[in-house]
């Protein structure tokens, strides 16, 4: 890998990583304030529209968006001929959710769904308008832009959000929230980036761009989909409470695990697109990236699940303590997510986008399988083989795309052991401190987060792992850069 490409990676990931982790800890506070204003069944209510909102987002962006990022020669045409395509789509899908609101609401026997559908959808339309101005910044891996949007968004919606349910509008206060973020969002795209479509539609560049992203547009509806049926099922299933506290359970995960990964893969995805032809660097690049992810997913995971009791009695209170085996449970799920994300970010920056759909049917099969022989022992059933399928999915990445850069499985697993003894060790210790004290929940939380920490540092000098001197490295070479452009 170049130093500048280097330099702009290392750039990329601060503000991507000031970016979501930010956006978490604000729409955290957030969710924790009107949690204790609301009911789980409200979340509940919420949560089985998301798997409408989610699928229509996949078709109206078509993995156009991914076309975009890897495509060298980008013109205003393609941009252009996209932007009036998703605008079309989500138009058009908008409409039928409104038409089909009725029916979504038979479904899950839950009358107030017609209204909260039919406004929550609002938000595919205000999406499509700001897809391209997302894919540009992230092709020219400026994130310091994003960074400013989305900080922005958030803060209007969730300000919006925690005034409502103070005001009593209960299950409204989480739809309002939703649109205010996509409206807002949307807006500052457009104000502080300067592309703007010109009226034009290419067959020629539609059809270019489709050869690309037809393949990622099945995969990403069939992991989207996959990704959500939980809420189909258990919203169908049980009762509103019980998909809320799933609901809470997955939110607190994604404050950290799936942040971190996000974050990473983010941008990973556009610098693995500029060596996609180079073998050897690409292979160098990914290896660290997966070391890298390792190092700070892993101890993240197991410490949340350690912790997971006293964290949700202390935000929450115990009217969500249901939530606490759920979440150890998604933790597990977030390792082997973690994993397999890299894995097929590496394949999408290949170009590589018939093999990944054939990966996605595959692991959806297993899914399927998983999903049937899990629902007899209710919602925690589901979970564990939500987990399994996670597991199953990683172990075939591994095997089908390590020969491509010829990174088989056991030296990933070799690369992933250092991290996922370390952090394994120290989540033990840290669940049993929890369950040895007795004292408030507050306090055994602090101590269980300090001890987390100071046990892990200590199990990474011990196993003398490098990461750990790349990020002081990379700390101390931002400090000076700062101290030089001040004097």
């Known amino acids: 890998m170049s130093q500048k490409l280097k330099n702009t990676t290392i750039n990329a990931l601060i503000w991507s990583g000031i970016e979501k982790f930010s956006l978490q800890a ?29 699928v229509s987002n996949v078709f109206i962006d078509s993995g156009f968006g991914t076309a975009i990022i890897q495509k060298k020669n980008l013109t205003n045409e393609d941009c252009s001929t996209v932007f009036f395509f998703n605008l079309f789509i989500a138009v058009l899908l908008y409409l039928v959710l409104f038409f089909c609101a009725p029916f979504i609401a038979d479904f899950y026997k839950q009358p107030a769904l017609i209204n909260l559908t039919r406004v929550l959808g609002l938000v595919l339309v205000f999406n499509s308008l700001g897809l391209i101005q997302i894919s540009l910044i992230q092709k020219e891996i400026k994130f310091k832009t994003n960074t400013k949007i989305n900080l ?217 399988v998983a999903i049937l022989i899990g629902i007899r022992w209710g919602i925690f059933g589901l979970a564990w083989s939500s987990a399994a399928t996670l597991f199953a999915g990683y172990l075939l990445d591994t095997i089908t795309i390590g020969p491509l850069i010829h990174y088989p499985i056991n030296e990933q697993l070799k690369d992933i052991l250092p991290s996922f003894t370390a952090a394994g060790v120290m989540g033990i210790c840290v669940y049993f401190i929890g369950t040895s004290l007795q004292l ?27 990461e750990l001197n790349e990020i002081r490295s990379l700390a101390a070479k931002k400090i000076f850069e700062k101290k030089v452009r001040l004097s």
């Open 152 to 368: 922005f968004a958030i803060i209007i919606s969730s300000t919006t959000g925690i005034t409502c349910a103070l005001l009593g509008f209960g299950v409204w206060s989480l739809v309002i929230q939703q649109v205010c973020l996509s409206l807002s969002k949307t807006i500052l795209l457009w104000l502080f980036n300067s592309w703007r479509p010109v009226f034009v539609f290419s067959k020629s560049s539609f059809s270019h761009l489709f050869r690309f992203s037809s393949g990622l547009l099945v995969s990403e509806i069939l992991e989207t989909f996959f990704q959500n049926i939980y809420y189909i099922i258990i919203g169908r299933f049980f009762p509103a409470s019980e998909l809320g506290f799933f609901t809470q359970a997955k939110k607190l995960n994604d404050v950290s695990v799936t942040t971190l990964t996000s974050v990473v893969t983010q941008v990973a995805f556009p610098v693995f697109s500029t060596i996609h032809d180079d073998l050897a660097k690409l292979k160098s690049a990914f290896r660290k990236n997966i070391r890298f992810i390792s190092f700070l997913v892993l101890p993240l995971s197991f410490c949340l699940m350690a912790v997971s009791h006293s964290l949700i009695l202390t935000l929450l209170k115990e009217k969500w303590l249901p939530s606490a085996p759920l979440l150890q449970i998604l933790c597990i799920m977030g390792i082997f997510y973690t994993l397999d994300v890299s894995n097929m970010v590496l394949l999408k920056s290949k170009g590589k986008s018939a093999l990944y759909l054939k990966l996605e049917i595959a692991k959806k099969i297993i899914a399927v």
């Open 26 to 54: 604000i729409g955290f506070i957030s969710t924790i304030i009107v949690a204790r204003l609301l009911t789980p069944a409200d979340f509940g209510l919420v949560a089985m529209i998301t798997v409408f909102i989610a």
């Open 440 to 466: 408030p929940s507050l306090i055994v939380l602090c101590i269980q987060v300090i001890a987390a920490i100071a046990l892990y540092l200590l199990f990474v000098w011990i196993l003398k792992m490098e």
